[in-house]
Structure formats: C-alpha cells, structure tokens
C-alpha cells in the first residue's frame, strides 16, 4: 500500500506494480502498487476537501503541527536514513549526516517560517483610502519529484506549500518513493489534517501526466529535468496555472590562478562526487586558469583513485552506486564517447568482483575539455568531472555562463575583487565562493535560464506558494468621491 490519500495508506486500483530496486546489490526491496488517473483524482479531491479548512487555521496552529512533525522525524531518523539509503542507493554516511538531518531541518526552518509571512504595511497609499495586502494559499499544489534526494525533494515541496497553507499531491520519482510516503504518514501522525499531503506513486507518463493536467490543481512544482520542465509548461498552459520549475544544472567551478589549490582540489572531489554525482548543483566543470592545471588534474585524480567505493550500509564507504543499472548506462556512454575526443585521467570503469551487481561507476576525470564538446555542454548526472584550461578571469567566466543551465556555481580565488566579479558575473542562482554544495533552510535554492524560475527553501519560497492580494477601503465614506468626476459630472 503505497499511495498515500486523505489521510491513510491505500493500495492502487490500476492492478500495475513496480519493483523498487536497491541499486548496490540489484536486489528488490519492495513491490509497490502504481496510481493511475483515478488515485491521482482522489488526491487531488482530498486535497481540495481540506484545503479550505487548513487555509484558515491560523500560522500558529500551522506551525504546532510543523513543530511536532520535527520531533517525530527526529525520533525516527534512523528509520528513513537506512530506508532512503537503499532504495536511492546513497552511503549511509550521507544519508545520516546530510539528507535526513537537512530535511529535519526543513521542516523545523518552517515551523517558524509559518508564523512570519510578511507583507507591505497598511496605510493610506492615498489619502482616500487604507490599503493592505493579504498573503493567500494558492490551493491545491501538484508537485513532482526527482530520485535524486526522495525525501529532501519531498520535504522542500511541501513544507513552504504546507506551512502557507496550501494542500499538496506530490509525486516522487517511481523509482524512489519509500521514504516520501513515509514522510506523509508520519506528517499525519504528527497532526496534519488527512488530505493536506497526499502522495500518489506511479509513472511519470500515467501519474504525472494525470497530476499535470487536472484541472483542480492551481499550481504545479517541479524538479527534475529540463525536458520534463517543457512538458510541465505546456501542460500548465490548459488551465493557466501557476508554475514552479527547479530544473537540471552544469554548474562551473571557477578556479583563478590565485586560487589555495588545495582547498580547490579538495572541494572539487567532494563537490563533483556528492551523492555519486547525481546533485544537480554539482561541480561539473571546472575551469582552472592554466598555471594551476596539470597540478589541479594531477591533484584531483589522486583523491578519485582513493575514493572508497562500497556497501551502502557500510559506514567507511565514500560513495556507493549510481541510481539505476539504465542510469549507469547512460553516464557510461557519455565518457565511452569523450574517449575519442578528450583525455579521460582517470575513472570511467564498473567494478568487477563483489560491487559487480549494483550500478557502481568509478570517479571519472576528464581534461582538455573544450567548450564545444558533448560533456561540456549536456548535463551526465554522475561522477564525472571535465576540466578545461583558460588563460584570463574574462575567458573564465565567458566559459561559466557558456551553458544554458543557471543552477549553481564556485569561484575559488583569494583576492576579494575577483570573489565579487564571480558572484555578480556567473549568471546562477547560487555562486560559492571557496566552497561548492552546502545548503541552509534560510537561504534560497533555485535556478536562472534554463534550470528554471522559483525558489525552494528559506522564506522566499513563499513567493512561489502564496498569492498577493491588495485589500484597498474608502476611508472618506463620501458617496460621491473626488475621483468619480473623472468619468462623470452628473
Ligand atoms: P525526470 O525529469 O526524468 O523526472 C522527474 C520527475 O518527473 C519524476 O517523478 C518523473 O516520474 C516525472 N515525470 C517524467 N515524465 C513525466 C511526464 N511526462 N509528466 C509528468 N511527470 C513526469 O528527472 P530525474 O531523472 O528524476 O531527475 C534528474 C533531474 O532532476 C536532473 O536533470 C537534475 O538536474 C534535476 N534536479 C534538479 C534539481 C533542482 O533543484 N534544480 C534538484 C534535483 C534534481
């Protein structure tokens, strides 16, 4: 029983099922039930049923249930690590130490955040009249996940909907939704009305499709590829929803000549090798001025070769596999192909012996990249890291924006004006400067171009899931006001 609607656990009645695979040993975790348009429209009713109601409950009743919701997460993180780590495939380490403590986090940031939605101050923006906004829920949001971070996806796509006062279908990836259910049962046993959350899992062409185009859904959330980001478009244009995309990334990693190379190699490894390098803020391209080169791919190789590759639920190991078998070949194919155009330093192999099941892929370097070729400009999502060599700061920072994406970027330099021109010129929705990756739930995460528009986390992600409305009162209380002689004399 995999959906989750109105309130419980149910079983779908299309009669299709998934296996959910674990991807380091290929073993089958569970078999799931699949939706279809009918589970969808049952969400979306119970959605609609109980957003009147939570849409009045005042922020502090809001933030009562977000606060409990906290401490029950906390309670049962090790829960949802051992679970989010296998069916994603992610070392325990990280599960532990970075997806389930960030989404308690999340959720705790909104607890608070949804007692401080803030507006303009009512006053009398004419003298005839006091003007005052009012911040509304939007309704029923439709949102739709990625496999890459299941239940940190999850969470930034409820919580800001939720803690607004919205009601949410959410569809994670099918390939990943153990811990997103999960996550809605214990928001419930937390106190969140039944029909608030619901998460309906299925396929991305039968749920999805379905969740896009229904017509009871005023918004639609996204993340995952910019592909899919069209379709969502073209769907949101029948009944002209709102739309939030947080879409796919190539972030650069700017390394000027005056860089600490160390602290450079170091932050590239773990920024490009993250979660096997399926994070769509990492490091993909670095771009190192050329009098640091050969040091920083030397450098860089050095630690790839070290990188403990190993049991997910092992925790010395560094980086387990990639999500899929079907994944692994696609990332696979990218490096085969750049063999005969760029220079692969190292990586680019599966392991053979005990890791021979799972979708294991080694840390693969590849220099003398240039701009025009296929891993420079297509976003591989996984551990692969291309170099190219620049000769100025202007041709650094031309080949950063040399993309369509915007998602994130990094600058490594110690002289500050060269921090300061990387930040204002990489047109991004996150520059690091002298780090790459971390996130905080107080700051916003989303993209420029073709990575998207709106934010995740923080209190701007308010703007996305409230609507603005101006409330403007006579204060005269004449019947025949000054400016009705404008259009009329009589
Ligand atoms: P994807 O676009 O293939 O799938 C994402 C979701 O869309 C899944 O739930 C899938 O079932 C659903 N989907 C697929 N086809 C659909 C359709 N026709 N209609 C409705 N739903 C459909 O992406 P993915 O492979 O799961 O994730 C990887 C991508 O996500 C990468 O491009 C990555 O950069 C991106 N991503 C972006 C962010 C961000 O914050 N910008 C975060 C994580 C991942």
Known sequence: ????????????????????????????????????????????????????????????????????????????????????SRQAGKPIRLAREFDVPGTIDNVDFFAGAARNLDGKAAAEYSPNHTSMIRREAIGVIGSIAPWNYPLQMAAWKMLPAVAAGNAVVLKPAEITPLTSTLFAEVAHEAGLPAGVFNVIVGSGVVAGEALLHHPEVSMLSFTGSTSVGRRVLDAAAGTAKRVHLELGGKAPFVVFDDADLEAAIHGAVAASLINSGQDCTAATRAIVHRSLYEQFVAGVAELYERVRLGPTEDPATDMGPLVSMKHREAVAGFVQRARAYARVVTGGTMPVGALSAGAYFTPTLIADVEPGMEVFREEIFGPVLTVTPVDTDDEALRLANDTVYGLAASVWTTDVFRALRGSREIQSGCVWVNDHIPIISEMPHGGVKQSGFGKDMSTYSFEEYTAIKHVMLDITGERQKAWHRTVFTL
């Open 1 to 84: 029983m995999h959906q989750f609607i109105n309130g419980r656990r149910t079983r779908s009645a299309t009669g299709r099922s998934r296996q959910v695979i674990d991807p380091s040993n290929g073993e089958c975790i569970v078999e799931i039930d699949e939706a279809g348009p009918d589970e969808v429209d049952a969400a979306v009713r119970a959605a609609r049923g109980a957003f009147g109601d939570w849409s009045r409950a005042t922020p502090g009743e809001r933030s009562a249930v977000l606060r409990r919701f906290t401490q029950q997460l906390s309670d049962r993180a090790e829960e949802f690590a051992s679970l989010e």
